[in-house]
């Protein structure tokens, strides 16, 4: 029998690897893997609409289902998952020494809609007070001239976010204390090459952000897997087919990351940094899903909201396809 196939674009995760060497295929699907860097993928993906499934950042989409035509539809598979504490970068000459510091400071970030900024912005805000409005935003790219926004917004007056000039990076500017402080996903090259004038604001941000997951149960989310809706529409059934191959691909990692007898990756200590990560979030410490995952994505929809990317609050119900809501039970 035929199998339809779909080109999927997504980075090279251990938890996709089974997917991309054929372990587990989706039922009735062929997929044509193509391994990207993830900011190649979304920009393609969302300028374009290149691919039938992708890799996507969470903010980006969420901004896309706030249009006349939203082009995709997502199941409730995080392929990338970050605590952001670690994200937030400050500049030895800024004077910043904790999060109220910030206010009224100098903020560089990739692009104002990435999903790291939104959760770091929203963080600072709940857990202490810096409003995301109290600061000024300069955007570009962090370590090539020239980024620019992939989605057009439209912001409210009150957030203040500017360009960077055309030869400028953020990277160098924060090293220089053009920036007083970096939001971003990656962190600068400047931050490793030149660690006398780039710091973390939380130098011990594992500490941070275990306290962090311990009062809030929030492990961030950063990426979801959207379906191109055309695609969706034609085929319902690809939704489901698709969330039940995600969950077995991630399964087998779980399982191998708790072998001993010979380390599936090369960090040394393996064994117990996952043992330390079940006693701090339980044994599926990174849940698929919408029930397990409800709260950190309504937090997620009110930041974008507050922070004036989406027009109104977004609920879970219009984020994902209705078919991954629930399953059988024999």
């Given at each position: 029998?035929?199998?339809?196939n779909?080109?999927f674009?997504?980075?090279g995760?251990?938890?996709?690897?089974?997917?991309?060497?054929?372990?587990?295929?989706?039922?009735g699907i062929?997929?044509?893997f193509?391994v990207l860097d993830?900011?190649?993928?979304?920009f393609?993906?969302?300028?374009?609409?290149?691919?039938?499934?992708a890799?996507?950042s969470?903010s980006?989409y969420c901004?896309?289902l706030?249009r006349?035509d939203?082009?995709?539809?997502?199941?409730?598979?995080?392929?990338s998952?970050?605590f952001?504490?670690?994200?937030?970068?400050?500049?030895a000459?800024?004077g910043?020494?904790?999060?109220s510091?910030?206010?009224?400071?100098?903020?560089?970030?990739?692009e104002?809609?990435?999903?790291a900024?939104?959760?770091?912005?929203?963080?600072?805000?709940?857990?202490y007070?810096v409003?995301?409005?109290?600061v000024t935003y300069f955007?570009?790219?962090?370590e090539?001239?020239g980024?620019?926004e992939k989605?057009k917004?439209?912001?409210p007056e009150?957030?203040k976010?500017?360009p960077?000039?055309?030869?400028?990076?953020?990277s160098?500017?924060i090293?220089?204390?053009e920036?007083?402080?970096?939001?971003?996903?990656r962190?600068?090259?400047?931050?490793y090459s030149?660690p006398?004038?780039?710091?973390r604001?939380?130098p011990?941000?594992v500490?941070?952000?275990?306290a962090?997951f311990a009062?809030?149960g929030?492990f961030?989310?950063?990426?979801v897997v959207?379906?191109?809706r055309?695609?969706?529409?034609?085929?319902?059934w690809?939704?489901?087919?698709?969330?039940?191959a995600?969950?077995?691909?991630q399964?087998?990692?779980?399982?191998?990351l708790m072998?001993?007898?010979s380390?599936?990756?090369?960090l040394p200590?393996?064994?117990?940094?996952?043992?330390d990560?079940i006693?701090?979030?339980g044994?599926?410490?990174w849940?698929y899903?919408?029930d397990?995952?409800r709260?950190?994505i309504?937090?997620f929809?009110?930041?974008h909201?507050?922070?004036?990317l989406?027009p109104?609050?977004?609920?879970?119900?219009?984020?994902?396809a209705?078919?991954?809501?629930s399953?059988?039970?024999i």
């Amino acid at each position: 029998m035929s199998r339809l196939n779909l080109s999927f674009a997504c980075w090279g995760y251990d938890r996709t690897e089974a997917l991309q060497t054929g372990q587990v295929r989706p039922d009735g699907i062929d997929l044509n893997f193509q391994v990207l860097d993830v900011e190649e993928t979304f920009f393609r993906m969302i300028r374009n609409r290149e691919f039938d499934v992708a890799e996507m950042s969470m903010s980006s989409y969420c901004v896309t289902l706030g249009r006349e035509d939203p082009g995709f539809i997502a199941i409730p598979v995080f392929p990338s998952r970050f605590f952001r504490h670690a994200g937030i970068f400050v500049s030895a000459k800024s004077g910043i020494e904790k999060p109220s510091d910030l206010v009224g400071k100098r903020i560089g970030v990739p692009e104002y809609q990435l999903t790291a900024p939104v959760w770091i912005r929203g963080i600072l805000q709940d857990e202490y007070g810096v409003d995301p409005s109290s600061v000024t935003y300069f955007f570009g790219g962090e370590e090539e001239p020239g980024r620019e926004e992939k989605l057009k917004i439209n912001l409210p007056e009150k957030f203040k976010v500017i360009p960077i000039g055309p030869e400028q990076t953020i990277s160098r500017m924060i090293a220089d204390g053009e920036l007083d402080a970096v939001y971003a996903p990656r962190a600068p090259s400047t931050f490793y090459s030149e660690p006398d004038k780039v710091r973390r604001l939380f130098p011990d941000f594992v500490a941070v952000e275990k306290a962090y997951f311990a009062k809030t149960g929030i492990f961030p989310i950063m990426h979801v897997v959207a379906i191109r809706r055309d695609v969706y529409e034609k085929n319902r059934w690809v939704a489901q087919a698709l969330y039940k191959a995600f969950v077995e691909a991630q399964k087998l990692v779980y399982e191998q990351l708790m072998v001993s007898a010979s380390l599936k990756t090369m960090l040394p200590w393996q064994i117990a940094a996952v043992e330390d990560t079940i006693a701090t979030m339980g044994k599926e410490w990174w849940p698929y899903g919408i029930d397990r995952n409800r709260h950190v994505i309504e937090t997620f929809t009110r930041y974008h909201h507050e922070q004036g990317l989406s027009p109104r609050q977004l609920t879970v119900e219009d984020m994902f396809a209705p078919e991954t809501f629930s399953e059988f039970r024999i």
